[in-house]
């Protein structure tokens, strides 16, 4: 994972399983920022959920989650479907990750 994807405080975690897998944030108390996908059979990510607890919405954490994704994806050569609606707008506005989208 890339430096981008931590800080002094919280940092982004990938768990994987065999059929789906998420980036995780813990942020105290049992808050958790989360980025959900399943796996494809071709070996893509579809992403299915992005959330962020209200409490600390704003602060750039689901963009953290999002530049995870997109450094593994490109490190890993996987694709991404974006079903998750912020996942989605996030694509739209980075053009330059055009080569990612399954």
Not at 9 to 33: F, K, N, W
């Amino acid at each position: 994972m890339s430096d981008a994807s931590r800080d002094a405080h919280h940092e982004v975690q990938r768990e994987d399983g065999p059929s789906r897998g998420r980036y995780v944030i813990r942020l105290g108390g049992g808050a958790e920022a989360e980025l959900s996908y399943q796996r494809a059979g071709d070996g893509s990510r579809v992403v299915t959920h992005t959330g962020v607890p209200p409490a600390f919405e704003g602060r750039g954490i689901a963009g953290r989650l999002v530049d995870a994704l997109i450094a593994d994806a490109r490190a890993e050569g996987f694709k991404i479907t974006p079903l998750c609606s912020y996942v989605a707008a996030q694509f739209r506005r980075h053009p330059e990750w055009h080569d990612l989208r399954a």
